[in-house]
């Protein structure tokens, strides 16, 4: 056991593996935003779509991780007090707050796909393949491009999509609950400020820990019924499915372990008491590099190929006059609507 005094800073061990996680953390998020910003680039007439939405979950997810070893270094170093309180645990929530919603929004989509058979009836008459067909062959402009960028009207959120919006606000709304009894709990009341911490952390890795298992199960389902579709895509999507069923209910019951049983999610509120370097920085190591930065950078390898590139208005309506100069022009659209129908589907039924 190492004795340190009130205002010193943490062992060079634990330091190092808070620099160590910062900058793997700072790694992930800028290589999330660099991606979106690549496949913005690639992908402007869509808007906001689901692959989008995940880069920036993540990036935002690990900048805020990033924020919270840094400060954590320097509020240890500096000695202040109010970061022990609700200023450090507002810091150290969000950004768990938005890893778990990222994976339970992979998660409603895999639950989509599941029951997809029951819902194939409405989800035929929200999306239908000539209404899709006609919205890519509508010229965009620039600024119907920007307004489709900048706002969120035009993403097509499903109703279990709607869920996973609801809980994670719920989830942000009882953290801040808990953010002011903390900082109540700092006067002289009946109010403990680390239970009150202690309460939400195994709560919430609880929640954490029924996700993996989720994860888990639907991955597996997924996994059945992608193996007995034979082509090369479908197996791909199927390896992919069971890598993060497989990586998710292995890091979340780690990291949820960690946050059960030991204080490692409440270093925030350390005031120099008495601290073993190595086995804290090894929990350290499995609560959050485990548990929250190999899930993130699975998810950016699986999601890592660009969508392709954005065929221009003037070359689709040239190939549209050959087409139609053909001698099977009564035969072809009927075709070329199918296929559309088809790529749609296709599109849709993606469980990445």
Known sequence: MIKLREGTCYPKALMGVNVGLASVDALIAVLAFAQLMRIHSRNTHNGWTRQKVFHLMIGSSNLGYFLYFLLTIVAACKGWIFWSHSCGFVVMAFPKILFLAAFLLLLSFWVDLCHQSNDEEDEDDVYSPREALLEKNKPNSNADSRRRCCSFRAVKVGSRQKVVVLVTLLVFLLMLVAAV????????????????????????????????????????????????????????????????????????????????????????????????????????????????????????????????????????????????????????????????????????????
Not at 313 to 322: C, D, G, L, P, V
Request: aromatic fraction near 10%; charged fraction near 10%.
């Open 181 to 352: 009894l903390i900082w109540i709990g700092r006067g002289r009341n009946p109010i403990d400020s680390s239970v009150v911490a202690r309460v939400y952390v195994d709560l919430f890795a609880l929640a954490v820990l029924l996700l993996g298992v989720a994860l888990a199960c639907y991955g597996l389902v997924l996994f059945l019924k992608m193996s007995k579709v034979r082509s090369e895509r479908a197996s791909s999507e199927m390896w992919k499915v069971a890598g993060l069923a497989v990586v998710s209910v292995l890091c979340f019951t780690s990291s949820a372990a960690v946050a059960v049983f030991t204080d490692i999610p409440l270093l925030f509120n350390w005031h120099g008491q008495k601290i073993n370097g190595v086995c804290t920085s090894l929990l350290m190591v499995l609560y959050y590099f485990i548990g929250s930065s190999i899930p993130s950078a699975f998810v950016l390898w699986v999601m890592r190929e660009l969508p392709p590139p954005l065929v221009t208005f003037s070359q689709q309506e040239s190939r549209t006059i050959a087409f139609i100069s053909d001698s099977s022009a009564t035969v072809q659209p009927q075709r070329w609507t199918a296929a559309a129908s088809v790529q749609n589907q296709v599109s849709r039924a993606s469980p990445i």
